[in-house]
């Protein structure tokens, strides 16, 4: 058994009359997490599905006199897939300030549905944390030897929980695929009412071949053959469902520095993967470079979230190709980040180093890559 990061953090929020909201994509843990959380509460608890069509009708009668007899003496109510329940926000909204003692937690696969229902209303009453597929950092009872032996098969098939399960790499090959054919776009097509699922699937292939390479929205249009203001859309929704994220360019406000453009990374490597159909091996690849940076960038993101960090990330680069992979801002401190897959080292650039001198410089390679993401 696994215990996630946020098992103890969300503990320490029950019974502070807060809406806590769990997002994270389908098939990540949520479920199974919350189910833990409620066992260890030490409260009565209320579960409920809110793709459950009798949890919908219980949840939208608002009225606080309905939602007294269904909770009696309940202290914590956890409403699972939650964006599933219309008006959610109105919903949690009642609950949170008719009683006093109570805490919710509500989990969603989708950010766009959840939060722009909930959002609002729930300003100053909730806290937000993101589930992401298993980090380094939670693999506790795990020895060195095994993370290092166990390296390479995470740079191609990642860390969903249900990996740790199966035993053969094609065990593994064939739920990805069914995990990208069957969940992966579901939020988006029933709640934002995406038709062109075929559309959205090739602009994650365009994605996944252009890896932490700059990416520009007109040049996937006339790719995809679609209006740039829709590819904006699509890049924005799967942002939402926690597919990719976008890492834009830093600056200082230096007149060499290129600040408009963006590069997209999957927070997970197989997911990646499973979108191209490509299992093969570390070392008959030749896109490992490339998945080195995804993996390191993906486990520092879980790091700084599980921490509860505000970290900002971006990369950094001159009109004349100078350039360093990460840029991390905390509190404006900055840390600088190269990853290097083979034994190749890399110096500050000279433009960095002369306008940062006092911002760390890391190169992040196989032998010391633990360090900065545990």
């Known amino acids: 058994m696994i215990v996630r990061r946020l098992q103890e953090v969300i503990l320490k929020q029950i019974g502070k009359n807060k809406v806590l909201l769990l997002f994270g994509t389908r098939r990540v843990g949520k479920t199974i997490l919350i189910e833990q959380i409620a066992a260890l509460a030490k409260v009565p608890y209320l579960l409920l599905n809110g793709e ?4 919908q009708v219980l949840l939208t009668n608002r009225s606080a006199a309905n939602y007294s007899r269904i909770l009696g003496q309940i202290r914590l109510l956890i409403v699972d897939e939650a ?38 209303p729930l300003t100053g009453r909730n806290m937000t944390f993101h589930l992401y597929p298993i980090a380094q950092l939670e693999l506790a009872g795990e020895s060195l030897l095994r993370t290092v032996q166990s390296l390479d098969e995470r740079l191609i098939y990642g860390s969903y929980p249900e990996l740790f399960n199966l035993s053969t790499l094609a065990e593994k090959e064939n739920y990805l695929i069914e995990l990208v054919r069957s969940y ?25 071949f252009q890896l932490g390479a700059e990416v520009s929205a007109d040049e ?20 939402k469902v926690f597919i ?14 290129v600040t408009k453009s963006s590069k997209w990374y999957f927070y997970d490597n197989g997911i990646r993967n499973a979108i191209i159909n490509d299992f093969r091996l570390p070392a008959v690849r030749n896109d490992m470079g490339a998945l080195w940076e995804n993996y390191c960038f993906a486990e520092r993101i879980k790091k700084n979230s599980y921490e509860l960090k505000k970290a900002e990330i971006f990369f950094w680069r001159t009109y004349d190709q100078q350039e360093i992979d990460l840029i991390e801002k905390q509190n404006a401190v900055l840390l600088a980040a190269d990853f290097k897959w083979g034994d190749k080292q890399k110096k500050k650039p000279v433009f960095f180093a002369k306008n940062y001198p006092q911002v760390p410089f890391l190169v992040i390679n196989k032998d010391n890559y633990l360090e900065f993401i545990q």
């Not at 926000?89 to 766009?112: E, W």
């Not at 990719?244 to 520095?257: A, P």
């Open 52 to 55: 459950d069509q009798e949890a």
């Open 83 to 120: 964006q599933a329940v219309p008006e959610i926000g109105q919903v949690l909204k009642l609950f949170i300030d008719s009683f006093k003692d109570l805490t919710i937690i509500a989990t969603g696969s989708s950010a766009f549905d959840l939060m722009n229902k909930a959002g609002e």
């Open 184 to 208: 992966l776009l579901k939020d988006i097509l029933i709640y934002e009412q995406v038709k062109n699922s075929s559309k959205l699937f090739d602009l994650l292939r365009l994605l996944a």
């Open 220 to 239: 996937l249009s006339r790719q995809l053959g679609l209006s740039k203001n829709t590819v904006e859309r699509y890049l924005d929704l799967l942002a």
């Open 244 to 257: 990719i994220y976008r890492v834009g360019g830093f600056s200082n406000n230096l007149r060499k520095e």
